[in-house]
């Protein structure tokens, strides 16, 4: 079922990711914190779908890896008070 999601969304999924990871970018390089991670996180998740969809091992846990830190940044965030 989330496979059959992940395959007939995918197009708009790797388009939408490329948009976020631009954002992303021009985020960092303007020093818009906490705005670049709010907008990598879901960039990560997105690739982290097509790791699973395509039997991509390496892109997957690599993913998962900046997802996971990027969470924390966010919690980390929020806990601090901004």
């Known amino acids: 079922m989330f496979e059959m999601t992940l395959m007939r969304y995918e197009r708009a999924l790797k ?3 490329l948009i976020l990871g631009i954002l992303s970018t ?3 390089v303007q020093n ?3 705005l670049n991670m709010f907008l990598s996180l879901p960039f990560c998740m997105i690739w982290m779908g097509m790791g ?3 039997s991509e091992r390496q892109l997957k846990w690599i993913n998962i890896l ?3 830190f ?3 940044g966010i919690a980390r ?3 601090l008070g901004a």
């Open 52 to 54: 699973w969809l395509h």
């Open 15 to 17: 388009n939408a990711a």
């Open 66 to 68: 900046f997802a996971g």
């Open 70 to 72: 990027y969470a924390y």
């Open 26 to 28: 021009v985020a960092i």
């Open 77 to 79: 965030y929020f806990y």
């Open 32 to 34: 818009w914190y906490p």
